[in-house]
Structure formats: C-alpha cells, structure tokens
C-alpha cells in the first residue's frame, strides 16, 4: 500500500504549480473526466487529476482491496467489526433480492416490514388510521442523528411530492424545538413517531415524554397518537405504544444508513408508498451501478478517488458541498454526518493508529445563498476547499423556469470562475474603471485578482425526484466507504458519539449544585457560573 501513497504523493509534487486549465490542452478532457450513471453525470475534470492521477488512484483502489470488501458489505459479512455487525442498510433497498445473513435469507422479513410500513402508511394517509379528532393533519417525527437527518433532509428534497400530512422533525433536547413544532398543531389529529433505534437516547426519550405530557393533557387516549420505529421493539412496549404502530429493525441498519427502512416511515406517510418505493429503487439503481461498472466509470468510486486525491494527497482539510437547490438545504447536513461519523476515526480496522488524514471537515449551503456569505473565502482565501457543485436541469416550478436559468447559470458560473480565476492584468483594467490611478493603481488591482486554480466537481441530474434523491444518498454512502476502505478504517462504528451520550448525565449533578466528582475545574467553574446567572 504505502507504495501507491508514495507514487501519488510523488506525482502531486512533480505537478506542483501546473494550473487546472492546463489540463485541458489534453483533446477531450472535459468528456474524458467525467462518468455517467442512470441520468446522473459526474464531471471531475476541473480537478488536477490527469490520465497518470487516475491511474494511480485506480491502482490504489484495487490494491487496498476496496472490492472484495464492497462484495463482503453486499452478501452479509459481519464487516463493521468493533460491533461485530453487518451492514446491510443495501437489502433495505431491494427487498426482493435474497439476502444471506448467517446462512438465513432475511429478505422475507424486509418486504414484510415494508409491508406493515406501507399498509400504516396508506392508512394514515387515507384517514382509515386515524387519531381522536380524525384523519391525521400532521407528522412529528422525534430523533436525532440517523433517526432525523435522513428523513429531515429527505422530506424537504422532496416536498414538492407530499401528499399527505404535513411533516415535522424534532430532535435538539433544547425544548424550543418541540414547544415550538407542538404549540400550533391540534394533537387530537397530530401523530407523534418516536424514532430511534436504540429507544434510549436520552435527546429523543425526553422529547418523546414532553410529547406524552402535551398529549395527555389535551386528549382522552394518547397512546393512539404515537408509533415508533426502532431495534429494540420490546422498549416500545414497555413505554406504552401499542405492537401494530411499532416497526422493527435489525442491528445491521446503522443509524446514519436507517432512511431506507422503518426511520423512513415519516417520509412514506408525506410522498405515499409509490413515491418512497421509486426513492429505494434509486438507490438500488446505484448499488447495481457500483458493483457492476468498472472501477474507472463508477461514480461512487471515481468520487472517493477525487476525495482521496483532495484530502489525503493535496492536504486540503475541508470540502465544501454546495447544492444549487433550495431543497437540498439539510443535504450538506446530512452529508456531514455521513462522512465525518463513518471515516473520522484515528485507529484503522486492525487497530493501529492511522497515519493519514481521516478524511474532511464537510460542511456547504445551497447556492447562491452561499454566494454572498462564504464564497468570498472559496475565491481569495488562503485555504484551498475544494468544492461539490450539485445542480438539476428542471425545477419544479414550471412559471419561474427563467429562475432556474440563473440558478444553473450562476452554478456553472462559479465553478468555472473558481478554476479560472482573474490575472493581474484584467484586475488592472477592472480597478482602472472603477477609478483607481497612479500608485493606487496596482494595489486596488491587487485586491481584484483571484488566482483561480480551485477544483470542484459537478453532480448533474435531470430533476429532484425521489428517484434520483435514492441515487445521489447511495452514491454518497458508497463514496465514504470506498474512502474508508481504501483508508482501512471501520467506516460502520461511531465511538465518538457513543461518548456523547454518556457525558451529559455526568455533568448533570453539577448544575443542579449536587457534588460531582472527578470534573476539572473549568468544568466546575462554567457551572457555577450558570447557576449565578439563575439556571435552572
Ligand atoms: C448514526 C449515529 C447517531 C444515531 C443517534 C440516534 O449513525 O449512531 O447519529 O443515529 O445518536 O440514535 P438512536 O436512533 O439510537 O436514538
């Protein structure tokens, strides 16, 4: 392995100072960077990967075993190996394909689940299932992370398909985010799903209890306001939710891979069971596409290897994913957490320290709203961050058509402008028009030159239809674990949020004014703090 690290570092540095554009004199960059899949079209030749670049990613890909793992993750090996799982988040997507986990075919088990998930939903919808003041006007979905992200993010890619009834998402313990969702909705035609797959975190099953309080003292039965959806389905008994508003699923879903199955559900009920099956069959699209293309034409592959090439070998810390779509909003969000929770990891899989960067800070806005904020940084700051430009050719809106033409126009615009950039000489002419001469004249011109020379990628698709959303969260999911597994990391556990939900009951005591040993005193002291300041 570390031969192939070396070759690519080594080719980076003989390249150092050649410019993007350059590239380009080689015929046909354009076409000859760029990969397509099932209508989506990736384009990473603004990027400094040339023909030699690629090979060596390539090379590296296969020499760090990345397909024999991809085909471990499809066929039901225990791959997440710190929880001794499966990961098998891809069955939920194609619940007619057999499925081996242990020597037994699961996929009966998926297709019933999805089954009683469509069934629920169809009858919420069509008002058959309903709550005590009738058919159900509003969702409240109560999660975190994996068990809100997902769902979050998904139904407002997609709200232009809801049908149904309007949906919330409430998931920070700060209580004004469910004092506010609650106090316009009617409960007696509000359904509360408690979301969360270990039915224990300590965020959702406090909102979940404040949701139980509101309900009780607004409505005769409240238990028939709430469903829940988790592994550990004899805890929703236990808290009072009854058997047919419970949905199960196994270990092998991860938190942040769990929107394709019962974490769903509050998607299902807003766009129908047609709509949610086109957004599994998208991301079955690409799981096809990622296990059959060739390495050099697969887009999660070709995206990770462009990853790989601006993180690990050029250093840069960062990558900014810049929708031009307001309805990608949460992607950014969403993408962070996949990302940042599965590959920010310091120890590789057999347990020695990693001696390379573990991947980006992700982070990114919808364009052009971002325009007039941090671009400023992305254009003339001293920190390169490469940027994932994501851009569809329709909008939903049919009127405001010659809108989207300055969408995708400022789109192509900044990516172009990004590697591009403006050389002194036409900064001068710029500063000389806006009135600067004689010894000033260099210096505002200056000011106006942006060296250019920043990569970016562009994600093309036709339209934001659930189809092409399944798409484009499976072809991020397999990017971070072709990373992953090139950077031989567990891209399946998450120790370091695990920590999270330990901590908070630890500090606790202390702003109650309670002795609470073993905290520093900074700790001590910021609590203190508080409590002079009337916490309470
Ligand atoms: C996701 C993470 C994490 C998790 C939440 C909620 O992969 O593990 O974001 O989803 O902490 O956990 P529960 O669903 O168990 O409430």
Known sequence: MDRHWQALHDHRKAAQGRSILSYFDAPDRARNFSASADGLLLDYSK?????????????????????????????????????????????????????????????????????RMRRFAEGVRGGQIAGQGGAYTDVVNIGIGGSDLGPAMAALALAPYRDGPRLHFVSNVDGADIADTLAPLDPERTLIIVASKTFTTI??????????????????????????????????TEWGIAEDHAFGFADWVGGRYSIWGPIGLSLMIGIGPERFDEFLAGGAAIDAHFRAAPAAENLPVLLALVGIWHNQICGYPTRAVLPYDNRLARLPAYLQQLEMESNGKRVAMDGRDLDLPSGPVVWGEPGTNGQHAFYQLIHQGTQIVPCEFILAARGHEPDLRHQHLLLMANCLAQSEALMTGRDLEAARKIALKSGASGDDLDRQARHRVFEGNRPSTTLLLEKLTPFTLGQIIALYEHRVFVEGAILGINSFDQWGVELGKELALAVEPLLRGDDAPGHDPSTRRLAEALREMGAD
Do not use: C
């Open 203 to 236: 965020e959702t099953m406090t909102n979940a209890k404040t949701a139980r309080d509101w309900m009780a003292a607004r409505t005769r039965e409240p238990a028939r306001q709430f469903a829940a959806l988790s592994s550990a389905t004899d805890k929703i």
């Open 47 to 115: 990027t400094a990967i040339d023909e030699k670049a690629r090979d060596l990613l390539l090379a590296l890909y296969e020499a760090a075993g990345v397909p024999a793992r991809r085909e471990a993750m499809f066929t039901g090996a225990r791959i997440n190996e710190t929880e001794d799982r499966a990961v098998l988040h891809t069955a939920l997507r194609n619940p007619s394909a057999p499925v081996q986990l242990d020597g037994e075919d699961i996929s009966a088990g998926i297709a019933e689940t999805l089954n």
